[in-house]
């Protein structure tokens, strides 16, 4: 059985998120394509994380999942290899806007 491809370390770099994979492999997000949201009175707000807030990046043990504790939000790297980078309204606004 072979082993999975996993995460194996993430950091912020010149306006990306980078992920490093088990494999030798390496991908990139413009940190300005994820969406980062919080729940605030029930409703789903988005907001930009401070430069502090994006320095701390871990890549879960099982390398399913990137965090970015201190904003207190985390995306799953297999969603972000599909090119899933928010919700369905956000993936939207991101798709009318590269028209």
């Known amino acids: 059985m072979r082993s999975a491809v996993k995460a194996v370390s993430a950091q912020v770099q010149g306006g990306y998120l980078k992920i490093a994979f088990s494999t030798g492999m390496k991908s990139q997000w413009p940190l300005s394509s994820l969406q980062f949201a919080r729940r605030i009175d029930g409703e789903l707000v988005n907001f930009r994380p401070t430069e502090k807030e994006l320095a701390d990046v871990d890549v879960w043990p099982s390398g399913e ?4 504790p ?3 939000q985390a995306f ?3 969603a972000l290899m599909r090119g899933e980078v928010g919700n369905a309204k956000w993936m939207e606004k991101l798709a009318v806007g590269a028209a």
């Open 76 to 78: 799953q790297v297999a």
């Open 65 to 68: 999942v990137v965090e970015f």
């Open 70 to 72: 201190l904003a207190d």
